[in-house]
């Protein structure tokens, strides 16, 4: 009697539901993202497709980065796109950048991130630190393709950070 | 005992489960709604602070802050602006845009001890802020340029204003 209406009503509310829980999850807990770029090589491989499981809950009131995550933040020169690095110095660090044969502390709030590629990564070395503000996760996996399914491991560059 | 049995088995578990959660689905449909309202579209800040006088006073004014306009790059010279501390990430401060990327910025440097100005050019995907209070305020003028990526959002109106006596209360 009433037609397809009450179909398509109840159809429209489950797709509405759906998308602010997926959004809320995405925002809150985890989300995947595509790697694209050559700067995280070999950890992340953009050329296989690599898609990283980014976990948000570092992010929730104490900052719980530590050196060597591979982190997920805001470009500082380009807001609407995201970047992953590897974090390499905190707030407070001495550290040695290679192309200046200088050492340099880490202002407050701020951490150092570098590629693992470092001939084709654009990161700090160039930028400077950035702000920790800009953080918007730590990968944790490696989700897809499947035969490279795995954690991402947490990896230090030797001798070259003076850590607090 | 089976008399017992029977009654128990006579409760209808599955529409009691099938109600019960639907109730909570509901639940949190509504605090997803809440979340993604608040964290992508509009949401409300404290202000306190003598930074931001006289736009926003001493003691307090809740605030509604656009979060929409600054997602999309529409931010712009002028706008009071609430972002994220470039010294300490889990704090948000208010301040006010003065120039944008490629813009130059004259400041003074020391203001209410000496005249000296200095000008500096806004390096790319950054914004200079600085607080409408130049005596007490710290900006721009002290840790640079800030990245736009920490900017949350435009604050477009004001909610509460809290009476000034009550400044002048916290004030002495």
């Known amino acids: 009697m009433a037609g397809p209406w009450p179909l398509l009503r109840s159809f429209l509310r489950n797709c509405v539901a759906g998308t602010l829980v997926l959004v809320t999850v995405n925002d809150r807990y985890a989300s995947v993202v595509p790697v694209r770029g050559t700067s995280m090589n070999p950890t992340l491989e953009s050329q296989q497709g690599d898609?990283?499981?980014?976990?948000?809950?570092?992010?929730?009131?104490?900052?719980?980065?530590s050196r060597g995550d591979v982190v997920v933040f805001r470009s500082p020169t380009e807001h609407r796109s995201l970047v992953v690095k590897r974090l390499i110095a905190?707030?407070?660090?001495?550290?040695?950048?290679?192309?200046?044969?200088?050492?340099?502390?880490?202002?407050?709030?701020?951490?150092?991130?570098?590629?693992?590629?470092?001939?084709?990564?654009?990161?700090?070395?160039?930028?400077?630190?950035?702000?920790?503000?800009?953080?918007?996760?730590?990968?944790?996996h490696i989700v897809w393709p499947p035969n490279r399914i795995g954690p991402v491991e947490r990896k230090m560059p030797e001798g070259r950070v003076m850590q607090r | 005992?089976?008399?017992?049995?029977?009654?128990?088995?006579?409760?209808?578990?599955?529409?009691?489960a099938g109600e019960a959660f639907s109730r909570v689905f509901l639940v949190a449909q509504a605090v997803c709604a809440f979340h993604v309202v608040n964290a992508h579209v509009c949401s409300f800040a404290l202000v306190m602070g003598p930074s931001m006088l006289p736009a926003m006073n001493l003691a307090?004014?809740?605030?509604?802050?656009?979060?929409?306009?600054?997602?999309?790059?529409?931010?712009?010279?002028?706008?009071?602006?609430?972002?994220?501390?470039?010294?300490d990430p889990r704090k948000a401060v208010?301040?006010?845009?003065?120039?944008?990327?490629?813009?130059?910025?004259?400041?003074?440097?020391?203001?209410?001890?000496?005249?000296?100005?200095?000008?500096?050019?806004?390096?790319?995907?950054?914004?200079?802020?600085?607080?409408?209070?130049?005596?007490?305020?710290?900006?721009?003028?002290?840790?640079?340029?800030?990245?736009?990526?920490?900017?949350?959002?435009?604050?477009?109106?004001?909610?509460?204003?809290?009476?000034?006596?009550?400044?002048?209360?916290?004030?002495?």
């Not at chain 2, 005992?1 to 009691?16: H, Q």
Request: neutral net charge; contains cysteine; glycine residues 12%.
């Open chain 2, 60 to 87: 307090g004014d809740v605030v509604a802050v656009d979060l929409v306009s600054a997602r999309l790059g529409r931010v712009a010279s002028g706008d009071a602006v609430l972002l994220v501390s470039p010294e």
């Open chain 1, 51 to 65: 898609r990283a499981l980014v976990s948000r809950l570092c992010l929730d009131a104490r900052y719980g980065l």
């Open chain 2, 1 to 16: 005992m089976s008399g017992f049995a029977r009654r128990l088995g006579g409760i209808p578990w599955r529409e009691i």
């Open chain 1, 90 to 140: 905190l707030p407070g660090d001495w550290i040695q950048v290679p192309a200046a044969q200088e050492i340099r502390q880490i202002p407050v709030g701020h951490c150092w991130v570098e590629g693992d590629n470092p001939d084709v990564s654009w990161d700090s070395r160039s930028y400077g630190p950035i702000p920790l503000g800009l953080m918007q996760g730590r990968v944790t």
């Open chain 2, 94 to 172: 208010v301040k006010r845009v003065v120039g944008m990327e490629g813009d130059a910025v004259t400041f003074l440097v020391d203001p209410g001890n000496s005249d000296a100005s200095k000008t500096v050019v806004v390096p790319k995907g950054h914004v200079w802020v600085q607080g409408d209070n130049i005596y007490a305020s710290r900006d721009s003028r002290q840790f640079g340029p800030v990245p736009y990526g920490l900017i949350t959002g435009k604050i477009f109106c004001r909610v509460i204003s809290f009476p000034l006596y009550y400044g002048s209360f916290i004030c002495h």
